[in-house]
């Protein structure tokens, strides 16, 4: 599995004194991001590029907050659920190993006219999946 | 159904030109405790006071993105669904009615000790509702 | 001088509980952009058109900080400083009249090739102030 | 100099396809916050005991914008200004050298009562640079 490790900024925490539940999507996004970089995939480029990776689902379950000083990794695993989606399975934990969230996104890629467009390096990693 | 009106910010929005999809968890938030005051129930306040409402779990479906320009409506709808937790059903449509995400936010209250307690407002608005 | 009504929102508060400082720059650009529509001019369009109205650079002056339920204006008055740059004075104030943040926020404007280009309708409105 | 080192994430691009205006403040403050903790003030266990470190004002140069892959270091230098009074003189420039933003940050510490109030090991730092 894919992981990230991060840290807590302190502007991501709100008045409960705890990261806001909206900055979970960052941290999540951020390393999907990286992730796909270490497979090749920028996703920035094939914006530009007009490929538009989307999120059509986000399931998140929240099982303790994460507050200012903490470390974490966010890991990463992509799975193939149907021809024209995948899914990223996302968990947050402490670097002492606290379970702070658990999340599955599921995405797709379209180009420019709003149809499905796969970039081919996704694909390749769907391949070596099988 | 408890409806808010908002604009697109244009700090909203990433380099794909559409507001991102974390940005859409504030949006949701925005509502609910925009909802929670036309009840009598100020976040803020019962915040400093050490009950602090909670997501457990949020799930959403993102159908249409929105981009610069776009007005659209954050509807609230507040279920009960065990004797702890409660959900938010939410709908972001344009102003034109166009779909543009749905979610339900599962969430509970807890106070300083991390114990379950409900503001009465709360309780009263199930009641109600039963 | 231009003025856009806006309210805070509790996912912009910080564990101080009050507004973090960044996000006075989100509401300052928001108000540019609204004064900008309110003389045709469409960031959005401009930026999707390779014209990229950019800040260089912006001095603020925090009052007091706003906090969960302020209602607030922020005012916005453009002049013309260089041939170049065009300042944006911006004053932020609750509607009950507190000085909240004193701004002067410097742009330019500079097309695909990252040389100056200026919107007309911009050109426009300096040569009506004149 | 205190030296930061980090990285651009996505999420942080506006749809001019740059780092938005409003998230340099947020490196700043992060970059501020840690090097506070390397001589020991914690900011959020001040902010609980109820001693605020607040911004006063803010100077910005934007001299080139970060980008989509972009490492930069956030630089910050710690000035006294006043009996009252502090600043933080921050300059942020990718790893290559390139100068992306200088900054000044005045800042004071406040107690409860909304009175000055200064951590001793702000002023230990301040004696030492005497």
Redesign the interface.
């Known amino acids: 599995m894919f992981e990230l490790l991060m840290s807590v900024?302190?502007?991501e925490?709100?008045?409960?004194?705890i990261v806001?539940?909206?900055?979970y999507?960052?941290y999540l996004?951020?390393a999907r991001?990286e992730f796909l970089k270490s497979i090749n995939i920028?996703?920035?480029a094939l914006?530009?590029a007009g490929i538009?990776l989307?999120?059509?689902?986000?399931?998140?379950?929240?099982k303790s907050?994460l507050?200012?000083?903490d470390h974490f990794t966010v890991g990463v695993e992509l799975e193939k659920i149907s021809k024209l989606r995948f899914a990223f399975n996302q968990v947050i934990k402490t670097t002492e190993g606290k379970l702070i969230l658990e999340a599955k996104v599921i995405g797709t890629s379209i180009n420019a006219k709003g149809r499905p467009e796969f970039p081919p390096e996704l694909l390749n990693v769907f391949d070596l999946n099988t």
């Not at 806001?20 to 900055?23: A, E, M």
Request: aromatic letters at 8%; proline letters at 3%.
């Open positions: 900024r302190d502007y925490c709100d008045m409960q004194a806001n539940n909206s900055v999507m960052n996004e951020h991001h920028d996703f920035a914006a530009q538009n989307v999120v059509v689902r986000a399931e998140m379950d929240y907050p507050k200012s000083g």
